[in-house]
């Protein structure tokens, strides 16, 4: 508590003030890469196999999106090289596959029939950190009645929160592969003044 021993002019405006914090950290929640024509996609998802160098999961600008993968590019899966020539069925092959900053494949999808050699959940989404701030005052009415004064603030500094890419961005078949497009609340101010008798 501030101020408390000062004189009752002085304790009206600025004495007695209390005044507290909480901080929050959290690792973020797990998640999982997912890739086309695994045998397991039936139960709990379906992963890519993995042949290159594993990119870091962590948060980074890229011109006008924010992503968990910078530095990685969507390519033509490598599987596409197998489907027949035949009646020009080759071209109509759509599977796309993950690739480092020089085309070099680091996910691509399991041929039919296969499982991925990723494991459900390898990555970890961003660490959650927060700091909540609270203060409070009672201004004392009469013998019997006191008014409390008291401000919140969630996340006070406004940290901004990043969340795990929605599922459609966790194919290595999507477009946006990586994008992070939401968020956890942004600073929260609340005010609340009550009668105490």
Do not use: C
């Not at 948060?59 to 990685?72: D, E, H, K, R």
């Not at 596409?80 to 680091?106: C, D, E, K, M, Q």
């Not at 459609?168 to 929260?188: E, K």
């Amino acid at each position: 508590t501030y101020g408390k021993d000062m004189n009752r002019f002085l304790d009206t405006f600025v004495g007695g003030w209390q005044m507290g914090w909480l901080y929050n950290y959290a690792t973020g929640s797990p998640f999982t890469i997912t890739g086309q024509n695994s045998v397991n996609s039936f139960t709990t998802g379906f992963t890519p196999n993995v042949v290159g160098a594993l990119p870091s999961a962590q948060v980074s600008v890229n011109g006008s999106y924010v992503t968990l993968f910078p530095g990685v590019t969507q390519i033509p899966d490598p599987s596409r090289a197998l489907v027949t020539t035949t009646n020009a069925l080759n071209t109509r092959a759509t599977l796309f596959a993950v690739g480092n900053s020089s085309g070099s494949p680091i996910f691509v999808n399991t041929l039919p029939g296969q499982m991925g050699n990723i494991a459900l959940g390898a990555f970890t989404s961003p660490p959650v950190n927060s700091l909540d701030l609270n203060v409070q005052k009672d201004f004392k009415l009469t013998e019997r009645f006191n008014f409390q004064l008291r401000a919140t603030a969630s996340n006070a500094l406004n940290h901004t929160q990043f969340l795990t890419p929605a599922a459609a961005q966790l194919a290595i078949g999507s477009s946006t592969f990586g994008h992070v497009t939401s968020t956890a609340a942004s600073r929260v101010l609340v005010l609340q003044g009550r009668i105490n008798f």
